[in-house]
């Protein structure tokens, strides 16, 4: 997938048009890009955040250095070298940090974190009796939903048999719909 005689805009450009971070574990390989993208392309701002004690050269090191060299063969990041192999910094496409700080606004330590609001809605297909014991559901979006906030939740069946599941803030009505 590298093509390391490309230049770095080309290289990163296709990394962001394929969407290559889809296939990747958020830990570590997403979390060692949002790092990448808060700290800037200055090694000596991510490495203390990525390496933390850890020694380069030692075993734990060298699976660092191999999962961000894999970031670099799927074209999510580009490690600059000097003339020696010394590092001189790391680039990612300039629209991933935006999109990753809203994707994955945990792994950023000055993050803004979105606030609750809106009623939220999530299907649920099966039998009614079958959400006793739990279920399963898949979100259309992301739904933010605030620690230490009350809530509210209305279960509302519909004539398929999937249930939808409103939830809002206590302060809002979910007869708002």
């Not at 969407?19 to 392309?41: D, F, K, M, N, Q």
């Not at 935006?98 to 792994?107: D, G, M, T, V, Y």
Request: charged share 25%; glycine share 6%.
């Amino acid at each position: 997938m590298t093509d390391k005689n490309l230049p770095i805009h080309s290289r990163l450009d296709e990394g962001f048009e394929n969407r290559r971070w889809t296939a990747l574990p958020l830990l570590p390989h997403i979390e060692y890009l949002c790092v990448i993208c808060e700290s800037g392309s200055e090694p000596q701002r991510i490495y203390p955040k990525i390496f933390k004690d850890t020694p380069f050269k030692s075993v734990h090191g060298e699976e660092i250095w191999d999962r961000l060299k894999s970031l670099e063969t799927l074209n999510l990041l580009v490690i600059e070298r000097g003339p020696s192999n010394e590092v001189l910094g790391f680039h990612v496409h300039p629209k991933l940090p935006p999109l990753f700080r809203e994707q994955f606004p945990s792994f950023f330590t000055n993050s803004h974190k979105p606030q609750p609001k809106g009623i939220h809605k999530i299907r649920i297909k099966g039998p009614m009796q079958d959400l006793e014991d739990g279920g399963s559901f898949r979100l259309e979006e992301p739904i933010y939903l605030a620690a230490n906030t009350s809530y509210h939740f209305k279960i509302t069946p519909r004539i398929d048999g999937s249930r939808i599941i409103s939830i809002a803030l206590i302060s809002q009505n979910l007869s708002e719909e």
